[in-house]
């Protein structure tokens, strides 16, 4: 199984800030590797796939970058729902396999 | 609109069983790859299990390979999961989740339905 490593677990910014959140795997996962941001009460909302694609609808502030074992996401200047956590997932190999998450929260 | 709702979430004693239903709609249900994935009460995402589009491939994470059955019927746009000997740690929201034919990501997700396992 593919372990995903996400840090920091707590990213604590101001709106307008620069996020950078990480992903590392434990084995290479090319470029199959997405990231969802879940806002409280709310399922889960595919935001960047294979790496650095925008999901449909996806504002520019986010982007995503890496391939093999290191991933990155960034929001270039966090807007007020952008606060939430984020979990990066790779579907290179079975089990599909998510990080732990981490939650960007209002400093 | 692509919607998927899932229903069937209950309160159940452990070793019972249960069977959650995802209901599609806004796209064509047999071009498509589905998966369950859930999340236990202030925990972080788990994927459960994934069915091809014709059912010919099948899944499971090892927590629940051999108690959980999951299927579909695509006359009927709807998946389900057949859940048995349930644990105190099946505890969660189960999600339905559709796979992108373009990128192979879960593109869609539904609401969630609540299991709760407990005596």
């Known amino acids: 199984e593919i372990v995903l490593t996400q840090s920091p677990a707590t990213l604590s910014l101001s709106p307008g800030e620069r996020a950078t959140l990480s992903c590392r795997a434990s084995?290479?996962?090319?470029?199959?590797l997405a990231w969802f941001q879940q806002r409280p009460g709310q399922a889960p909302r595919l935001l960047i796939y294979d790496a650095s694609n925008r999901a449909t609808g996806v504002p520019a502030r986010f982007s995503g970058s890496g391939s093999g074992t290191d991933f990155t996401l960034t929001i270039s200047s966090l807007e007020p729902e952008d606060f939430a956590v984020y979990y990066c997932q790779q579907r290179s190999n079975w089990p599909l396999t998510f990080g732990g998450g981490t939650k960007v929260e209002i400093k | 609109e692509v919607q998927l709702v899932e229903s069937g979430g209950d309160l159940v004693q452990p070793g019972g069983s249960l069977r959650l239903s995802c209901v599609a709609s806004g796209f064509m249900f047999t071009d498509y790859s589905m998966n369950w994935v859930r999340q236990a009460p202030g925990k972080g995402l788990e994927w459960v299990s994934y069915?091809?589009?014709?059912?010919?491939?099948?899944f499971f994470g090892d927590s629940v390979k051999g108690r959980f059955i999951i299927s579909r019927d695509n006359a009927k746009s709807s998946l389900y999961l057949q859940m048995t000997s349930l644990r105190v740690e099946d505890t969660a929201v189960y999600y339905c989740?559709?796979?992108?034919?373009?990128?192979?990501?879960?593109?869609?997700w539904g609401q969630g339905t609540l299991v709760t396992v407990s005596s």
């Open positions: 989740a559709r796979v992108s034919r373009a990128t192979g990501t879960l593109d869609y």
């Open positions: 069915i091809s589009s014709s059912s010919a491939n099948i």
């Open positions: 084995q290479s996962v090319s470029s199959y």
